[in-house]
C-alpha cells in the first residue's frame, strides 16, 4: 500500500521569502503524485500533479514541485511567498486499479507566513 | 454550478441519530469521491464511484456507513447511528474520469459534530 510523509507539521516562513515543503512517498510503482492546498473552512484545491514526464512541473500560484525518484521524494517550492499562501498544504499519492482509486494524503504542512 | 457543492456545511446532531450528506458533483464528471477529514486520521479516503457503481466499499469505517449515488450524479453518504468518533469533516471530490491522472476537484465540506 502506498503512504505519504509530511515531516514538517508546521513551517513558519517571512514574506518574500522562499518555501520548500517536503513529502516523501511510498509505492511499488510509478506514482501519481499531487499537491493540494487547503485554507480553513475551505475544500482542497490542486496546486500541481505529476504523472510522468519533467520531474519538474509548474502549478498555480507560482508554485513549482520537483519528482526525485531515487530519493522518494516531491517537495514543493516557491521562490517568494505572499501573506496569501498561508494555508495548509497536502501531498497526494495516487494508485490506480483494484478499486483503489482514492488518493493517499500525508498529515499536512501548515504554513505560517510571518510579515 | 461551476464547482462541487456539498450539503449541509454544517451539521451538529446528537450521538444515536442518522445523518445524510451530499454531493453534488461537477456536472459531466463520472467518477465521484468520498473522503473524511479528523484531526486524528488526517485525510482519509472511504468511497468512490464510477457512474453509479461503488466497486469498493472496503474504505467506509464501518458497517454504519453507506453511500449512494443515482442518476449518475448527486451521492449521499448516510451514517446510521452516529458515535462521536464519526465527528470529521467529510470531503465529496468528483473528476471527469476514473483513474489518477484525472484531477479530482474538491467541495468545501461537510464539518459533522455529534453531540
Known amino acids: 500500500a502506498q503512504s505519504v510523509t509530511q515531516p514538517d507539521i508546521h513551517i513558519t516562513v517571512s514574506e518574500g521569502a522562499s518555501l520548500e515543503l517536503r513529502c516523501n512517498y511510498s509505492?511499488?510503482?510509478?506514482?501519481?503524485l499531487f499537491w493540494y492546498v487547503q485554507s480553513p473552512g475551505q475544500g482542497l484545491q490542486l496546486l500541481l500533479k505529476y504523472f510522468s514526464g519533467d520531474t519538474l512541473v509548474q502549478g498555480i500560484k507560482g508554485f513549482e514541485a520537483e519528482f526525485k525518484r531515487s530519493q522518494s521524494s516531491f517537495n514543493l517550492r516557491k521562490p517568494s511567498v505572499h501573506w496569501s499562501d498561508a494555508a495548509e498544504y497536502f501531498c497526494a499519492v495516487g494508485a490506480q486499479g483494484g478499486g483503489a482509486d482514492g488518493l493517499t494524503f500525508g498529515k499536512g504542512t501548515h504554513l505560517i507566513i510571518q510579515p | 454550478g461551476a464547482g462541487v457543492s456539498q450539503s449541509p456545511s454544517n451539521k451538529v446532531t446528537e450521538k444515536g441519530k442518522d445523518v445524510e450528506l451530499r454531493c453534488d458533483p461537477i456536472s459531466g464528471h463520472t467518477a465521484l469521491y468520498w473522503y473524511r477529514q479528523s484531526l486524528g486520521q488526517g485525510l482519509e479516503f472511504l468511497i468512490y464511484?464510477?457512474?453509479?457503481?461503488?466497486?469498493?466499499k472496503s474504505g467506509l469505517p464501518s458497517d454504519r456507513f453507506s453511500a449512494e449515488r443515482t442518476g449518475g450524479s448527486v451521492s449521499t453518504l448516510t451514517i446510521q447511528r452516529t458515535q462521536q468518533e464519526d465527528s470529521a469533516v467529510y470531503l465529496c471530490?468528483?473528476?471527469?474520469?476514473?483513474?489518477?491522472?484525472?484531477?479530482?476537484?474538491f467541495g468545501d465540506g461537510t464539518r459533522l459534530s455529534i453531540l
Open positions: 509505492y511499488g510503482a510509478t506514482p501519481y
Open positions: 464511484f464510477q457512474g453509479n457503481s461503488a466497486p469498493d
Open positions: 471530490a468528483s473528476s471527469l474520469h476514473r483513474g489518477m491522472n484525472q484531477p479530482q476537484h
